[in-house]
């Protein structure tokens, strides 16, 4: 095989580390650079892979890692890792465990493994969301995939199950990137191999292609480069019982030739790559006289390396000498701003207060609006990772300067905000303190941009000014064989250097899958700086080049079965014949299940109808007070038996029968058309309106007994509460801090002492206490819906609207996604949305472990319509749908985690306990199907209360998960006069932990 060859098929760099590169600013001496570059290592606290799970007590532990076997192919800017990992269970049980790591900036996976009965099956692009329903549905049936997925911060989280009981499981990923190069055109390439487990296999080999032999700057062992019978260098390393802690960096020294290129054809189509290092260039900015100083003081804020970050302002403010600098603090909320004067460099009272600043809550982007302040550069210091509210700040034509200190980043939205304002991105994590202080100082080297025949050649990326550290990589696609491109490079729109390249499809051809897929990579980051506006293209490109983005994951399945049920082509050929046959088979069976679901649907609703026009008679002795406080037996009312009454159309026609009228529900059986009143739901008296099938507005008589709702104060009996109880007053939010450091890892810290504040009237605190919740895991949809339902009680109803759609977005598979953001918009008076969203709750087929979830849907939806009169489209509703049926009780019980049982009790006045087993009541109270494998909800219903109390209990039966978790949140909403227009709400939240707990949660009286 060719060097070429050999040289593009590493191209693909997977792989655990992160880049080191210079820029075209070299420090004074090679000891000097080694010295800084050891520090920064040592510094930058990147670990490799750990799958973690979680205890008993819901804390997180490592799983013991037995063997790794790692594999690194370079060329030139261009690498390709793979690692192979064996994780050992010493547990008695099985595991589901979560295998959690960043990547740095540019780095993309482009393969993932898991051993399946012995051989490693290969992962297969899918949509995210498919890959989500997939991976549970077939880790309930106890099968064996693996799922992983591009969370927030370029990091990527794979879910392993099952890890056998005192066994072993096995995971192979791969990552590419492109290496940036020196001045001189020499690369940097880090792997960290920081382990902390003795290894019982370790091995490690390297190969480079290239023209001189590669310099270790260190290694996990003592071994040099050989050279290989095709030319390549060679870095072999074997042990047993041996603990591999440091890392393996290299320095690649560049090719002969400044700039090389390669072409690549796949199906049809050729792509190209050009490798480039234009001389260096710099220029000296003019150095600003007011900055606005932008530091994130959020609860990631603690992840950050901010002694690196003080030392680049050290350095920026002695080379300004004299400015005003205005410090703008930020998490959940803007604090109020301070200023601050720097003269003759000295920055000291800036510098302690910065030192001094507390890390809370979470980080809202969107708060920021910086046409609000006047400045000459804006210096933002922060992740780029908004987890709460709004999640784009507002740009100005002022430049903002980004600088990122931490592993977990959003590179592509920091490089966006910069770009769009003329600004720089400085990612400390990549660069040392003298190439950081230099970037911040001069004006940034770019590649300004591509001239080419458009007739030759298309698609050409980076297509937008690019930051350039030494070398940089320019792909294509080239529709010829042969053409010529001219590659600009300088700063802002002047030109200082401009390099041709040839193009030639005859000589420069390789035969690989990688630079179609490097030409995808370059494409997609540059799409995903505007994420929303482009993920439908990105999802597409994730796809066709299999690549791991936001919105595709890679899927390891264990048997032929679930690739055919879900219809996804294998990655192995010996399993896509199985699979083409299986397939065809299947689309000859395959038959439409919409019409069959609606069917499902409307009868469920029409036995919902039966239930409410039923009138019940209790057949034993039960005793109620009326509304004059006497004594009376209850017993059915005859005049009420048959009563029947006509709907009306806005026409005054009679439409079809409305539902037999229970007893007590219609006195007076007026019929108002929708077009009759331009009154949305309200009391007139004493009646209440509601909607039934054709859109009418109709009156139902109140119940006349008074009613009320009382809670069970929730007693957390947390040491942390007790805490804070004891403080002096004014000293309880440093109190918190303080307890934060031992118990922030627990949500329900967060929640009991937001809860604490927002008894004490202090919402803000608490708001910004209840925010931490979001920075806790990135994108943990469980954690998420518990914060936006608190948001709810506490009354940001906006924010928890935002939270809501940040979970449909990643659980779009899941109803309760649906629900919970209707349920939120319709309390924000968002109607139309409101129902929108909650219609396709009714509408769409779900998973079976949410059985008749649109029936409780439906109920919802139809109190949004009555809520709503005359303010909805509704053309595109099946009528048939639209059905109201007020009652007295409502009680909705939801919960967080995933295959777990809870039980909703309801006992009436006469002590009769409606559950599971139990559903239906004598006095007409009416429990929905039990949930045992999804997040609820259940519902309790009853239309018509008699005097007494009713008591709301709920019931830890059991949970299914495979991983260990800790306790489990529920919320619960309790209802009077529901959908008449006197409704009454109230929400709790707890947390259950123990299978069996029972806990009283409030009660209803009517007197």
């Not at 006289?289 to 390396?305: M, Q």
């Not at 219903?941 to 007494?948: D, E, H, S, T, V």
């Amino acid at each position: 095989m060719s060097s070429i060859l050999w040289s593009v098929v590493s191209t693909v760099i997977v792989g655990i580390f992160t880049q080191l590169p210079h820029t075209a600013l070299q420090l004074d001496t090679p000891q000097k650079v080694d010295t800084t570059r050891n520090n920064l290592i040592r510094k930058s606290n990147i670990h490799p892979p750990v799958i973690i799970f979680k205890d008993d007590k819901g804390l997180s532990i490592p799983l013991h890692i037995d063997e790794v076997s790692v594999s690194v192919k370079v060329i030139a800017t261009m690498a390709l890792t793979t690692m192979e990992i064996t994780f050992r269970n010493d547990q008695n049980r099985i595991l589901e465990g979560e295998l959690n790591f960043p990547l740095g900036e540019g780095q993309f996976i482009t393969r993932f493994a898991m051993d399946v009965n012995g051989t490693l099956r290969e992962g297969v692009v899918v949509e995210k969301a498919k890959g989500r329903v997939i991976f549970e549905e077939t880790v309930r049936k106890n099968i064996d995939p693996g799922l992983l997925e591009l969370t927030r911060g370029n990091s990527f989280k794979t879910r392993v199950y099952p890890i056998p009981a005192k066994g072993i499981k096995k995971i192979l990923i791969a990552y590419q990137q492109e290496l940036v190069g020196d001045s001189e055109g020499d690369s940097k390439y880090l792997l960290p191999l920081d382990f902390k487990d003795t290894l019982s296999k370790f091995s490690l080999t390297a190969e480079v292609y290239s023209t001189f032999k590669p310099i270790i700057i260190s290694s996990p062992s003592t071994g040099n480069f050989e050279t290989e019978n095709d030319g390549s260098f060679a870095l072999r390393i074997n042990h047993s019982n041996y603990r591999a802690g440091q890392a393996l960096e290299l320095t690649i020294p560049k090719f002969t030739a400044k700039s090389t290129a390669y072409i690549e054809t796949l199906d049809n189509q050729k792509y190209f790559t050009i490798t480039a290092t234009p001389p260096p260039f710099t220029s000296s900015k003019q150095l600003p006289k007011r900055i606005c100083l932008l530091w994130d003081a959020s609860g990631s804020g603690t992840n950050r390396d901010k002694e690196r970050e003080l030392i680049l302002l050290d350095t920026y403010f002695k080379k300004i000498g004299n400015c005003s600098v205005q410090l703008v603090t930020f998490s959940n909320e803007i604090d109020k701003p301070e200023y601050f004067v720097i003269s003759n460099g000295n920055w000291n009272s800036l510098k302690t207060k910065l030192s001094s600043i507390v890390y809370d809550g979470g980080t809202q982007y969107g708060t920021l609006n910086l046409k609000n302040y006047t400045c000459d550069e804006f210096l933002l210091f922060s992740d780029g990772i908004s987890t709460f509210g709004k999640s784009e700040l507002q740009t100005s034509t002022t430049p903002i300067i980004s600088i990122n200190s931490s592993q977990h980043a959003e590179h592509s939205y920091l490089q966006y905000i910069t770009r769009q304002t003329g600004g720089n991105y400085i990612d400390l994590t990549t660069l040392d303190n003298q190439q950081a202080a230099s970037r911040i100082q001069e004006l940034t080297y770019s590649f300004l941009s591509a001239v080419y025949d458009v007739n030759s050649i298309e698609d050409v990326y980076p297509s937008i000014s690019t930051p350039v550290n030494g070398t940089i990589m320019i792909c294509g696609k080239l529709q010829a064989d042969k053409s010529e491109i001219i590659l600009n490079f300088g700063f802002g729109k002047t030109i200082k250097h401009t390099e041709k390249i040839r193009l030639d499809a005859n000589s420069q051809s390789v035969k690989t899958t990688m630079l179609p897929r490097l030409w995808a990579q370059k494409k997609i980051a540059e799409l995903d700086m505007r994420y929303k506006t482009n993920k439908n293209a990105i999802t597409e490109l994730g796809k066709q080049f299999s690549i791991v983005t936001r919105n595709t994951s890679l899927l390891v399945l264990d048997r032929i079965e679930d690739y055919v049920v879900h219809q996804i082509i294998p990655y192995e050929d010996s399993l896509k014949q199985l699979y083409n046959t299986r397939i065809s088979d299947l689309n000859k069976k395959q038959t439409i299940e919409d019409t069959s679901h609606t069917t499902m649907v409307l009868n469920l609703f029409k036995q919902r109808k039966e239930w409410w026009n039923k009138t019940f008679e209790p057949i034993k002795k039960f005793k109620s007070k009326d509304s004059s406080g006497l004594i009376r037996r209850l017993t059915r009312n005859p005049s009420f038996e048959d009563e029947q009454s006509t709907v009306i159309n806005s026409n005054g026609e009679n439409e079809f029968p409305a539902p037999r009228i229970a007893e007590g529900a219609v006195s007076n059986s007026r019929i108002l058309s929708v077009t009759e009143t331009n009154q949305r739901l309200e009391v007139a008296n004493g009646r209440g309106m509601y909607v039934n099938e054709s859109g009418i507005a109709k009156i139902q008589e109140a119940n006349p007994l008074s009613a009320s709702i009382t809670l069970k104060k929730w007693d957390a009996n947390t040491p942390y509460i007790q805490e804070l109880q004891k403080a002096s007053a004014g000293d309880e939010y440093s109190v918190y801090l303080e307890l934060k450091k031992e118990y922030g890892t627990n949500p329900g810290f967060f929640m009991d002492c937001a809860d604490f504040f927002s008894e004490r009237n202090n919402k803000t605190l608490a708001l910004r206490i209840l925010s931490n919740i979001a920075e806790m895991e990135l994108e943990n949809h469980q954690l998420l819906r518990v914060l936006a339902h608190r948001l709810e009680q506490l009354g940001y109803i906006s924010l928890a609207i935002d939270v809501f759609r940040d979970v449909l977005e990643m659980r779009e598979e899941e109803p309760q996604s649906y629900r919970d953001l209707s349920l939120a918009l319709a309390e924000n008076k968002q109607y139309q949305e409101a129902a929108d969203t909650l219609y396709k709750v009714i509408t769409k087929k779900w998973d079976a472990r949410f059985p008749e979830v649109e029936l409780i849907a439906l109920n919802e939806w139809n109190n949004i319509l009555t809520k709503a009169i005359n303010k909805l489209n509704t053309t595109r509703y099946d009528k048939r749908f639209i059905f109201a049926m007020p009652v007295d009780v409502r009680v909705v019980l939801n919960w967080d985690a995933d295959n777990c049982d809870m039980d909703l009790w309801v006992f009436d006045p006469s002590n009769e306990k409606c559950f599971y087993s139990h559903p239906n009541t004598e006095i007409g109270g009416h429990l929905s199907r039990d949930m045992t494998g999804g997040y609820g909800p259940e519902e309790f219903i009853l239309k018509k209360a008699l005097a007494g109390k009713y008591q709301v209990k709920v019931q830890y039966y059991g949970s299914q998960q495979q991983k260990i978790a800790g306790a489990t949140t529920i919320q619960l909403e309790l209802y009077t006069r529901y959908m008449t227009g006197r409704e009454e709400k109230k929400t709790i939240t707890l947390r259950l932990k123990n299978p069996k707990e029972l806990i009283d949660v409030g009660e209803f009286t009517f007197e």
